[in-house]
């Protein structure tokens, strides 16, 4: 059975950071291409960012370009979500998510509030 489990979320002030991670299970972790997902109130889940199976490239929507930074291990089967300089708009729940060929799995997401 294929596990995703987000953990790191809270309750943060403009300007902080925050360190999100998801720990895989039940998968050959290395073979997937792995992403964060999140979901603000009110609205459509949007890609965060994404890293390739190796770790070798990674991508990130033009919101949080040089401000999130997405890794992995995959001798520990964990995927992980630096987020720095965080502003009231990256509020949401955060979702990591794996993806090979036509397989994606979800897990069930953590909550980032960023507020005074």
């Known amino acids: 059975q294929v596990k995703l489990v987000e953990s790191g979320g809270g309750l943060v002030q403009p300007g902080g950071s925050l360190s999100l991670s998801c720990a895989a299970s039940?998968?050959?972790?290395?073979?997937?291409?792995m992403r964060w997902y999140r979901q603000a109130p009110g609205k459509e889940r949007e890609l965060v960012a994404g890293i390739s199976s190796k770790g070798s490239s990674t991508n990130y929507a033009d919101s949080v370009k040089g401000r999130f930074t997405i890794s992995r291990d995959n001798a520990k089967k964990m995927l992980y979500l630096q987020m720095n300089s965080l502003k009231p708009q990256d509020t949401g729940v955060y979702f990591c998510?794996?993806?090979?060929?036509?397989?994606?799995?979800w897990g069930q997401g953590t909550q980032v509030t960023v507020s005074e």
């Open positions: 998510s794996a993806l090979l060929l036509t397989n994606s799995y």
């Open positions: 039940g998968l050959t972790f290395e073979n997937y291409g």
